[in-house]
């Protein structure tokens, strides 16, 4: 089948659909990311076709609107203002999301795109299935990730749940509306979208495994959680031979990166971090990311991306800002975790992270005000073998787990559906 495979947003919204992609791709499938023109290197290393949308998601964290999503201290803050800066967005991405679904026979779309890539799925008659990474479905079992780890009681929770996703649903509200005129169709508003969805028990497939984030209970029919999609890396890919140096001068290090988050002084974030992990005797080694971190000396390494799944191994412990993407690559290493959760998700990601005994738990990066925290729960991290061992057997329970397979099986059933009805042999 020809897959068109839709995400937007930062690195980590794209870089787990390139090795989702690729098993799909490996199955016998066609397929297309579609996603922002500068990512097409990341996709296309994969071996996948790639589908330019407008749009540079680290420049517009650059602007005064993006630079403003850090000074917002609570989840629901964060969550405003990032919503009114996707509304500037999003029209400008449905012609290009639009073109690529012409040429496809099913879309798969992120978590990201989903309320507007559904409209387009509808107006040109093609199936479609959600392929989240947060478990962003309104549930009494937890508050909505991206609102942080606040408990508003189990119904308070569900409600909190439903609220976020009319607030994403306004985000393309006005989009869809024009791309269903454009298509012929009567405009919806979009709580009729959204109802429509439900009652269709419209699929959801979501790439985090169950070890870490159980199915909830209450969730309807059609929602899964079906294992983690690891980035797509080249069986040949090394890491650089200075960072190979790096390691063999001394003990393991410890891995820092923020990932996309910017934050509006990255001199002092990275004079707290270095201070901390001298103070708690550890090398570092510092990914400059999108806040342009950097640390000097022959105990430090500053260095910009690099495979995951080359470096993390290697590392006594790893101080992320805890997105889902890097949350899953420091468990599927098996290394103890510190979180420095920024914005959204990162909150609950750091509290899985606690609860599965990987973690000794989050240093948030807006109280980072000193290096003594820090230095504290790296000192814990890597000086405690018991968070090695348990990050280390739920590595090995993680590598078990297959989170393509679902998905093929999924498109496989549907290429089944079309061959019966052009009548074809299934």
């Given at each position: 089948m020809r897959v068109a495979l839709i995400t937007a947003g930062s690195r980590g919204d794209v870089a787990p659909f390139t090795g989702l992609g690729h098993g799909l791709a490996l199955a016998g499938h066609d397929v297309t990311v579609v996603t922002h023109e500068s990512f097409a290197g990341l996709v296309r290393e994969a071996g996948l076709s790639f589908h330019g949308l407008p749009v540079d998601p680290r420049a517009e964290l650059r602007t005064e609107?993006?630079?403003?999503?850090?000074?917002?201290?609570?989840?629901?803050?964060?969550?405003?203002?990032?919503?009114?800066m996707a509304r500037r967005l999003v029209g400008g991405m449905a012609p290009g999301m639009l073109a690529a679904a012409r040429a496809s026979d099913v879309l798969l779309l992120s978590g990201s795109v989903a309320p507007?890539?559904?409209?387009?799925?509808?107006?040109?008659?093609?199936?479609?299935?959600?392929?989240?990474?947060?478990?962003?479905?309104?549930?009494?079992?937890?508050?909505?990730?991206?609102?942080?780890?606040?408990?508003?009681?189990?119904?308070?929770?569900?409600?909190?749940?439903?609220?976020?996703?009319?607030?994403?649903?306004l985000v393309f509200d006005s989009?869809?509306?024009?791309?269903?005129?454009?298509?012929?169709?009567?405009?919806?508003?979009?709580?009729?979208?959204?109802?429509?969805?439900?009652?269709?028990?419209?699929?959801?497939?979501?790439?985090?495994?169950?070890?870490?984030?159980?199915?909830?209970?209450?969730w309807r029919p059609g929602l899964t959680t079906d294992g983690y999609w690891w980035p797509y890396t080249s069986p040949t890919a090394q890491l650089p031979p200075r960072v190979h140096?790096?390691?063999?001068?001394?003990?393991?290090?410890?891995?820092?990166?923020?990932?996309?988050p910017t934050v509006p002084d990255p001199e002092r974030v990275s004079d707290l971090i270095v201070r901390a992990l001298r103070r708690a005797g550890l090398r570092g080694v510092i990914q400059s990311g999108w806040s342009g971190l950097r640390a000097d000396g022959d105990d430090m390494l500053t260095v910009g991306e690099l495979p995951h799944s080359l470096l993390f191994p290697r590392m006594a412990a790893v101080v992320h800002h805890a997105g889902a993407g890097t949350t899953a690559a420091g468990l599927r290493a098996?290394?103890?975790?510190?979180?420095?959760?920024?914005w959204f998700d990162g909150a609950f990601w750091a509290s899985r992270l606690t609860a599965l005994g990987v973690s000794p738990g989050p240093v948030p990066l807006r109280r980072l005000t000193a290096p003594e925290p820090l230095a504290a729960a790296l000192t814990a991290a890597t000086g405690d073998p018991a968070y090695r061992h348990r990050a280390a057997a739920l590595a090995e329970r993680l590598r078990k787990e297959d989170g393509v397979a679902p998905v093929c099986r999924a498109l496989d059933d549907l290429d089944d559906l079309d061959d019966l009805g052009r009548g074809r042999p299934a």
């Open positions: 609107h993006g630079r403003r999503l850090l000074t917002s201290r609570s989840g629901p803050g964060k969550l405003a203002r990032v919503l009114s507007l890539g559904h409209a387009v799925a509808e107006g040109l008659g093609l199936p479609s299935r959600g392929v989240y990474l947060q478990p962003i479905a309104p549930t009494r079992a937890f508050p909505p990730p991206v609102l942080g780890t606040r408990s508003y009681g189990g119904a308070g929770n569900r409600l909190a749940g439903h609220a976020v996703n009319a607030a994403l649903d989009a869809a509306r024009l791309l269903e005129r454009e298509l012929g169709h009567r405009p919806r508003r979009s709580t009729a979208r959204r109802r429509h969805r439900e009652r269709q028990n419209w699929p959801v497939h979501h790439g985090f495994s169950p070890l870490v984030v159980t199915r909830p209970a209450d140096d790096f390691l063999a001068a001394g003990p393991a290090p410890v891995f820092v990166g923020l990932g996309s098996g290394v103890p975790a510190v979180p420095m959760p920024v």
